[in-house]
């Protein structure tokens, strides 16, 4: 998904941290997402909790917009025209709904539930999202992943997988990266990362042994969720420093309850994020959209979208400063 916002700034919203802990239980830090619409008038609104001030990134993972129930026909859907990425891979994730993907790779898919589908948009990429006649409740999350150094001119790729669902008493969960449950999936990244859906029968717990080296954050759909001794609302997302090697979930509710699990070792560098690009300075953004404006074919073309591309924001009046988490306390 395009950054759609006309004017991205800067600002984030703060976070809320939990209480010291009882001895031995992770420490939570809730952070609160701010809505941010896409597009025009009819604008589908998402909810974003990566990035802000507090916390610029989880692992690798740097931006987390969870949007819907969205009834399409109140709103129109999705519709993103082809726009640029550099920097990053796009984690597509629906809970209901599809969507139509389109790339300057040649790629053609469909995003559906319980699928996923993993851009690569290293040196230079496009694409175009598309919500689908059949879709009436558009519903997901999506993701990106920053690029280390080493591979962030990657070469341009496409990947899609289907989890298979892992089921323990009261819980279903669906890996899509990394490992968790047992279950491993296939697809590789470029640094050691997890994504995981998680469903929670009512009143249900979950102790999920995790990589004591990655931190994690949870990102709750629906329901109630308690993450450690910290309760979560749904769009909230509970952050958990590296350390603990397991992490308990409860849904103290009447109703199922949905979540997003994401995890990863910290990532060690500065990042400069500005609309679609991901760089290290303000020269690397200003090149990648010069290049976009300018139709060069480092961002290729994407074929069979019946529209123009995506113009690219006008840059701040100011550089654009690299970022990085702030230091554990």
């Known amino acids: 998904m395009s950054n759609a916002e006309t004017e991205p700034v800067e600002v984030r919203c703060g976070t ?55 009834d399409v026909a109140a709103t129109g859907g999705m519709d993103v025209a082809p726009h640029p990425h550099t920097g990053l891979q796009t984690v597509s994730w629906l809970f209901s709904g599809e969507i ?11 995003v559906r539930p319980g699928e996923l589908n993993l851009m690569t948009g290293g040196y230079g990429i496009s694409h175009s999202e598309v919500s689908t006649p059949r879709t009436t409740v558009l519903h997901g999350v999506q993701l990106w992943v920053a690029l280390p150094e080493e591979h962030r001119a990657a070469p341009r790729n496409f ?3 289907v989890p298979e669902p ?18 491993v999936s296939p697809v590789p990244t470029f640094t050691p990362l997890l994504g995981a859906e998680i469903v929670l029968q009512p009143h249900a717990a979950l102790t ?55 995890g990863g070792t910290p990532f060690q560098e500065e990042i400069v994020m500005w609309w679609n690009f991901i ?27 019946p529209g123009d591309r995506l113009p690219a924001p006008a ?15």
């Open 16 to 70: 809320a941290v939990a209480e010291e802990p009882a001895a031995g239980t992770p420490r939570v830090d809730v952070l609160t997402p701010r809505d941010v619409p896409l597009g025009g008038p009819r604008a589908m609104t998402v909810r974003r909790t990566l990035p802000q001030r507090s916390r610029t990134l989880i692992g690798a993972w740097c931006f987390a917009d969870h949007y819907g129930p969205d």
């Open 166 to 183: 892992v089921r323990t008493d009261g819980a279903e969960v669906r890996v899509f990266l990394g490992s968790l449950a047992g279950a």
């Open 208 to 262: 999920l042994a995790v990589d004591p080296g990655f931190e994690h954050g949870l990102l709750v759909d629906r329901g109630a969720v308690r993450l450690a001794d910290v309760h979560l609302k749904p769009a909230e997302l509970g952050y958990v420093h590296p350390g603990p090697g397991a992490l308990t979930l409860t849904n103290e509710s009447d109703d199922t309850a949905r979540a997003v699990l994401l």
């Open 159 to 161: 990947q899609h997988h």
């Open 100 to 110: 139509e993907h389109r790339d300057s790779l040649g790629s053609h898919a469909f």
């Open 279 to 305: 760089g290290r300075s303000h020269e690397d953004i200003v090149r990648a959209r010069e290049d976009w404006q300018n139709s060069s074919d480092r961002f290729g073309a994407v074929e069979g979208y």
């Open 315 to 329: 840059l701040p009046n100011a550089t654009i400063t690299p970022r990085r988490n702030p230091p554990r306390h």
